[in-house]
């Protein structure tokens, strides 16, 4: 009985964990369309483009899981998404507009978000080693490694192209 109890309450905090994760993953479809559309080079913009629609495809794959384990997706915030969307938002202001410099500032804004996501999948995947849902450690390890590319892509084109751009702008 206390085991029962036990995993209930973990799978409430879970459930509690992936309403936030559902949240920020759509968030991040408005918001990296938006960045998109603020980027200077054509590579971000196409990576910030990929990123809105992986983040459609994971938000699919949330949706499998709520089904699987009967529950409804609430409506709500997610604080820490707020505060990030906030952050980027911030930045990205502060920039001029058509400079590489910009394109950093954009990488760096997203990239926030998206730490917070890669944390959030690796906790959530970690629960699920006590709770007995295969298919939705099937899924956020899909999003966990969908989410770990597209920062290691955004890294590299930060490092070869945009962040000397960024630098050659202010020498």
């Not at 971000?44 to 009967?70: G, P, T």
């Not at 290691?152 to 490092?159: C, E, M, Q, R, W």
């Amino acid at each position: 009985m206390v085991d029962q109890l036990r995993a209930q309450g973990l799978q409430d905090f879970f459930i509690q964990c992936l309403q936030d994760l559902y949240i920020a993953e759509k968030k991040l479809i408005n918001c990296a369309a938006a960045l998109s559309i603020a980027a200077f080079t054509e590579e971000l913009q196409r990576a910030l483009i990929a990123q809105s629609e992986e983040a459609s495809l994971r938000v699919q794959r949330l949706d499998i899981i709520f089904d699987s384990m009967n529950q409804q997706v609430g409506k709500g915030n997610c604080d820490i998404i707020e505060i990030l969307s906030e952050k980027a938002a911030s930045i990205v202001k502060t920039v001029e507009t058509g400079t590489a410099l910009r394109d950093a500032a954009i990488i760096y804004a997203v990239q926030l978000i998206a730490h917070y996501k890669i944390a959030s999948y690796g906790s959530l995947i970690s629960l699920l080693a006590e709770l007995d849902y295969p298919k939705a450690k099937m899924l956020l390890k899909d999003c966990l490694a969908e989410e770990k590319a597209a920062d290691a892509y955004l890294t590299k084109i930060a490092v070869e192209f945009i962040n000397p751009a960024a630098q050659s702008e202010s020498g």
